[in-house]
């Protein structure tokens, strides 16, 4: 199972791999002095309304500096974290330097911006999750309405019992609950109907090939009904084409999120997407048939 030589010279972890058993002990070793060598950073993709652009909040996403190997993505060292349980204090760092931003952001008067942060499966089977997200909240002194919460329904549905039970507490702070990925698993709906969650992202897979008349545009259209019926609001995500934005639109998302609009960037340079030249609000405005 050896792997194409990486960016500067030497074989990586991937996604294709099955286990760390495949991945080079130098990388582990690597992964595991991240943290406290600083290399870790979020970086921040914005969340838009439908119809207005209006800039709602953003999704924070991890991003590794490697000391040779410059910036490498979650694909290439989230699985190999998941593994070797080093996403319970690098996902709890996540959450805390989340939090920080938050409170940035409101001291530099964006308190209504909301931001998402991307649970693991492991990151949520922890006994003390609940505290950790409150800690870091009450930390910053900030409103659990500003947070959200995304996990797959794959890590929802490993131990339904218990996530319901964690969601509705987080639900009942006041946190949002979203359900990222969705059409990747297993797209219980039935385990849809049983959790606490406000919102539904629908999976860039969907959003990929999705056009007129095609059978995607069906799946979609059906999967937004379903969430409406749940009073959930469905948010698109990996949006990169005009046609994709007007047929979510139609179809009822409430949100989106994708390269159309911005990719992930990190926190020093989102004052650029609040630049008059760079708003999207001067693009066409597209009016929902049908929305909430
Ligand atoms: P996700 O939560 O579904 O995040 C969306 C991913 O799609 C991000 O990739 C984002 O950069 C990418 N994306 C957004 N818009 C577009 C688009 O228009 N086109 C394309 N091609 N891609 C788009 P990223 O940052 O590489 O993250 C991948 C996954 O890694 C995330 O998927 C999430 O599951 C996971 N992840 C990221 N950050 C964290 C974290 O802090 N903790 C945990 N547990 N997982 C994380
Ligand atoms: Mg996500
Ligand atoms: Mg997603
Ligand atoms: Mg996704």
Not at 7 to 15: D, K, T
Not at 40 to 47: A, G, H, N, T, V
């Given at each position: 199972?050896?792997?194409?030589a ?35 950073e ?25 000391p ?27 959450i ?16 209504e ?12 089977e ?22 959200t ?81 749940m ?45 008059p ?16």
């Amino acid at each position: 199972h050896v792997k194409q030589a990486g960016r500067n010279g030497w074989a990586i972890y991937s996604p294709e791999m099955e286990s760390i058993a495949d991945t080079p002990p130098a990388f582990l070793q690597e992964l595991s002095q991240a943290l406290e060598h600083n290399q870790f950073e979020l970086w921040y993709q914005p969340k838009y309304t439908v119809g207005d652009h209006a800039l709602s909040g953003f999704e924070a996403l991890l991003r590794w500096h490697h000391p040779e190997r410059g910036m490498l993505l979650p694909a290439e060292f989230l699985p190999a974290l998941e593994e070797t349980g080093l996403i319970i204090p690098v996902g709890k760092w996540v959450i805390q330097q989340a939090c920080l931003q938050l409170h940035q952001w409101k001291l530099q008067g964006n308190s209504e911006w909301t931001l998402a942060v991307n649970l693991s499966p492991a990151q949520f089977e922890q006994h003390d999750i609940i505290d950790v997200v409150c800690n870091a909240l009450a930390q910053y002194q900030l409103s659990p309405a500003c947070l959200t919460l995304e996990l797959t329904e794959s890590t929802a549905l490993k131990n339904l019992k218990r996530s319901i039970e964690v969601l509705n507490a987080f639900s009942a702070l006041g946190i949002t609950v979203s359900i990222d990925d969705f059409g990747t698993g297993y797209s219980n709906i039935l385990m849809l109907k049983s959790l606490p969650a406000r919102e539904l992202k629908i999976d860039r897979i969907f959003v990929k090939d999705i056009s007129e008349n095609s059978k995607n545009t069906k799946i979609v259209s059906t999967i937004i009904d379903i969430a409406h019926s749940m009073n959930m609001r469905v948010v698109a995500e990996g949006i990169e084409t005009q046609e994709q934005e007007i047929l979510l639109t139609q179809m009822g998302c409430s949100m989106l999120q994708g390269f159309l609009f911005a990719k992930p960037l990190p926190a020093h340079k989102i004052h650029e997407l609040l630049q008059p030249e760079n708003s999207i609000k001067q693009k066409p405005v597209v009016h929902p048939l049908s929305h909430r």
